[in-house]
């Protein structure tokens, strides 16, 4: 071990990877701890959140990321993988929020969905709507909105949703066609039963142009020349052209700082930095890079990492996991269970 912490150390600066979601945020901190010229800025490089847990955990050596930018929390063969290449003491850092918001142009009909209408207008093949107590799937026959339900508006189903392979699409197929398509219980049980048949059903999507891929700055000039279609955006890009968009509600709920701080809308993740605990006191600047990360002029309700899009913890979540952060506590298992725990302990807190 001391062989490879030496190897880290002699390269001198901080080695960060990962998703490119987090990627402004890791630059922000990088310039502003680089700024005195005492430490050399860090490396920071996009390789998507799954590209950079596979770097992280590949054996230790000069070259590997001291730490990698996750854009959802670590999968147990992640960890094990880790585990199994030497890399055993991994701090868990939980850093805030991402969401995206499904808009459309101002003047286009005002809409609110459930998360089962987006996965009947956006599947390739759906419960057959002729027969409600079938389990048979047939190709989508939907071609409006009133279609799928009579309450909603008269307009062709068009959306521009996040391209494949694209970390967004994973967030938009785990809370979206996923729930979508569990909301008919006969297709829930092929979870268990038929794999393969229900990963078909679930994910599959419709070809015939009512489902668009584009992402980036593009799906707003395209919203706002097409009346009628909605299309899926990053929460800050959102905030920026609501002169021009406006937000559907999902279930019921509409995209806020607050209601994607408190996991309530559908469309929301929380963001983590994995980090080897043994790098820090060794690699310079890591500790720097992480304190100024965990400082609320950072990562607080007016940081500014809000500013350019990340939306804050709550005030005491953010002290667990800089707490977490400061006295390098290792994870003992993958992070869905750990996350939910710390959201307990800072909710108790609060309440105190």
Same mark, same amino acid.
């Given at each position: 071990?001391?062989?490879?912490?030496?190897?880290?150390?002699?390269?001198?600066?901080?080695?960060?990877?990962?998703?490119?979601?987090?990627?402004?945020?890791?630059d922000?901190?990088?310039?502003?701890?680089?700024?005195?010229?005492?430490?050399?800025? +860090?490396?920071?490089?996009?390789?998507?959140?799954?590209?950079?847990?596979?770097?992280?955990?590949? +054996?230790?050596?000069? $070259?590997?990321p001291?730490?990698? #930018?996750?854009?959802?929390?670590?999968?147990?063969?992640?960890? $094990?993988?880790? #585990?199994?290449?030497?890399?055993?003491?991994?701090?868990?850092?939980?850093?805030?929020?991402?969401?995206?918001?499904?808009?459309?142009?101002?003047?286009?009909?005002?809409?609110?969905?459930?998360?089962?209408?987006?996965?009947?207008a956006?599947?390739?093949n759906?419960?057959?709507?002729?027969?409600?107590?079938?389990?048979?799937?047939v190709? #989508?026959?939907?071609?409006?909105?009133?279609?799928?339900?009579?309450?909603? +508006?008269?307009?062709?189903?068009?959306v521009?949703?996040?391209?494949?392979?694209?970390?967004?699409? $994973?967030?938009?197929?785990?809370?979206?066609?996923?729930?979508?398509?569990?909301?008919?219980p006969?297709?829930?049980?092929?979870?268990?039963?038929?794999?393969?048949?229900?990963?078909?059903?679930?994910?599959?999507?419709?070809?015939?142009?009512?489902?668009?891929? $584009?992402?980036?700055?593009?799906?707003?000039?395209?919203?706002?020349?097409?009346?009628?279609?909605?299309g899926?955006?990053?929460?800050?890009?959102y905030?920026?052209?609501?002169?021009?968009?406006?937000?559907?509600?999902?279930?019921?709920?509409?995209?806020?700082?607050?209601?994607?701080?408190? #996991?309530?809308?559908?469309?929301?993740?929380?963001?983590f930095?994995?980090?080897?605990?043994?790098?820090?006191?060794?690699?310079?600047?890591?500790?720097?890079?992480?304190?100024?990360?965990?400082?609320?002029?950072?990562?607080?309700?007016?940081?500014y990492?809000?500013?350019?899009?990340?939306?804050?913890? +709550?005030?005491?979540?953010?002290?667990?996991?800089?707490?977490?952060?400061?006295?390098?506590?290792?994870?003992?298992?993958?992070?869905?269970?750990?996350?939910?725990?710390?959201?307990?302990?800072?909710?108790?807190?609060?309440?105190?």
């Amino acid at each position: 071990m001391m062989q490879t912490a030496s190897a880290a150390e002699m390269r001198g600066f901080v080695h960060i990877s990962g998703s490119n979601t987090i990627r402004p945020f890791a630059d922000a901190v990088a310039d502003r701890i680089s700024k005195s010229g005492k430490i050399k800025r +860090p490396w920071v490089e996009s390789t998507s959140t799954g590209g950079g847990i596979q770097l992280f955990c590949q +054996p230790d050596t000069a $070259e590997s990321p001291d730490l990698v #930018n996750a854009a959802r929390p670590m999968k147990q063969a992640e960890f $094990e993988a880790c #585990n199994a290449s030497g890399i055993k003491r991994i701090v868990e850092l939980k850093i805030g929020y991402s969401g995206l918001v499904l808009a459309h142009a101002k003047k286009g009909p005002t809409l609110e969905l459930t998360r089962k209408e987006l996965y009947l207008a956006l599947s390739g093949n759906v419960p057959d709507p002729k027969c409600g107590d079938c389990d048979t799937l047939v190709p #989508n026959p939907f071609k409006t909105w009133k279609d799928i339900n009579p309450s909603l +508006p008269d307009t062709k189903i068009e959306v521009i949703a996040p391209p494949f392979g694209s970390g967004v699409r $994973e967030l938009f197929e785990e809370t979206i066609l996923k729930a979508g398509c569990e909301s008919f219980p006969f297709i829930a049980a092929w979870r268990e039963t038929q794999r393969g048949k229900y990963r078909e059903a679930c994910f599959t999507l419709r070809k015939d142009g009512a489902y668009i891929e $584009e992402s980036g700055d593009a799906v707003v000039g395209l919203l706002a020349k097409s009346v009628g279609s909605v299309g899926f955006v990053p929460y800050k890009q959102y905030v920026n052209n609501t002169a021009r968009l406006s937000a559907v509600s999902i279930d019921g709920v509409a995209p806020s700082v607050e209601s994607i701080a408190a #996991n309530r809308y559908p469309i929301a993740r929380p963001l983590f930095v994995y980090f080897k605990a043994d790098h820090v006191g060794k690699v310079k600047g890591l500790r720097e890079y992480l304190d100024e990360l965990t400082s609320d002029k950072a990562w607080g309700e007016k940081g500014y990492l809000a500013q350019l899009g990340l939306v804050p913890m +709550p005030a005491g979540e953010r002290k667990l996991y800089a707490a977490d952060a400061k006295q390098l506590k290792v994870m003992s298992a993958p992070t869905e269970t750990v996350a939910a725990a710390r959201i307990s302990r800072a909710v108790q807190q609060a309440d105190r």
